[in-house]
């Protein structure tokens, strides 16, 4: 079966540091260490067999930029860079990160997987090794922002996405299907990965321990790209990140 190795590559393609202190799952802090040695698949993206239990992990990528025709604009400047030959002008591109759009993001994309869950589930039970084992569905959910860090506004603390309450609100509409969620952040070569069963992270809401994200913003708020149709030496990228004075 063909396969598109997303969740090999991302593991090639950078410096994982694994945070398995967000939830209190034993379970689900073994797959965080264990995911990388996972069987690639299509349809979900890759599974792991432990003892009794198969654990399928479904891949996908969000973003703090805004989309436009249902690309992310960063994507859209990193392919005028590889394809400039084919530009009638040099283009600009300003990059405006928001947590509004990360949620909005993770909602079209979980949406969309999910009309496709029980058919992860049918493709994994006919794997011969699979077929006897309890199953178990992972969103594997990677904030592609180039630097996706998120703090609290006016701090330059760093949190752990999975504690905005609106995120965890979406994530927890497919508590039926999903029993865990993995989620990357990080920058252009490291990445942060981390991850909860989804009862975890409904008790945490639950007790209150979760975040309000109108409360939280990107730590680099802003970039302007700019591609060169002739010479890629005069390429530009700037990027903004705001300081508070008491800081």
């Not at 260490?33 to 399928?56: H, M, Q, T, W």
Request: charged content about 30%; some cysteine; aromatic content about 10%.
């Amino acid at each position: 079966m063909d396969t598109k190795l997303e969740i090999d590559r991302f593991f090639k393609n950078y410096v994982i540091t694994i945070d398995d202190t967000f939830g209190n799952d034993k379970e689900l802090k073994m797959v965080l260490n264990y995911i990388r040695n996972c069987n690639s698949f299509e349809k979900p993206d890759g599974y792991l067999l432990k003892k009794n239990s198969v654990y399928a992990i479904e891949h996908f990528q969000i973003s703090q930029y805004k989309l436009r025709k249902n690309q992310d604009v960063s994507r859209i400047a990193k392919g005028s860079q590889k394809n400039r030959e084919k530009m009638n002008d040099d283009r600009n591109f300003d990059l405006e990160p928001s947590v509004h759009n990360l949620i909005v993001s993770l909602e079209r994309n979980l949406k969309s997987h999910s009309n496709s869950f029980q058919s992860y589930k049918t493709n994994i039970l006919n794997i011969n090794d699979c077929n006897e084992k309890g199953y178990k569905l992972i969103i594997f959910i990677e904030d592609s922002t180039e630097s996706g860090y998120i703090v609290r506004n006016r701090e330059t603390k760093i949190i752990n996405p999975l504690k905005l309450r609106q995120l965890a609100e979406i994530i927890l509409k497919y508590k039926t299907d999903v029993w865990g969620v993995i989620y990357s952040y990080g920058n252009e070569k490291n990445k942060i990965l981390t991850g909860c069963t989804l009862k975890d992270l409904e008790e945490q809401m639950n007790n209150g321990k979760l975040f309000d994200s109108n409360d939280y913003v990107p730590f680099e708020v802003g970039k302007n790209i700019h591609v060169s149709k002739l010479d890629k030496t005069k390429d530009s990228n700037t990027i903004k990140i705001k300081f508070n004075e008491h800081i």
